[in-house]
């Protein structure tokens, strides 16, 4: 079974690797109902996120001191959250913007194919040599 599970990626790996670039269209700004939409969409995303309420929970109370106001510490450090999230996302953005054309183009899908093809084929070969 080991090795049928390994051919199937190193087959995967040849069909991805000779594949033709896939052809992404971008739709046009505003079309999936503007900035107001996809904030409120992220906004109810995070809210209803558990993985924020277990960061909250788990590594929140290693930094708070009992003996000081509970409020004002809390307040530190969810803006000290916020201001990062918001600048990490900010980033992804401004990287995504600009890897945007490249990713879109013929040269880019092709390099995108190889390399999934590449990572097939390696785990292919990690899956038939594999001990157990």
Known sequence: MKFIGAAYLVYLGIRLWRAP??????SAAGDDGGFG?????????QLTNPKVVLFFLSIFPQFIDPSASYAAQFAVLVLTYCVLVVGIHLMYAVF????KRWLTSARG???????????FFFFGGVLATASR
Do not use: D, H, S, Y
């Open 96 to 99: 995504a913007r600009r890897a």
């Open 37 to 45: 939409k996809r904030f409120v969409e992220g906004i109810t995303m």
């Open 21 to 26: 670039p896939l052809q992404l269209e971008i």
């Open 109 to 119: 899908g092709r390099i995108m194919n190889r390399a999934a093809g590449t990572t």
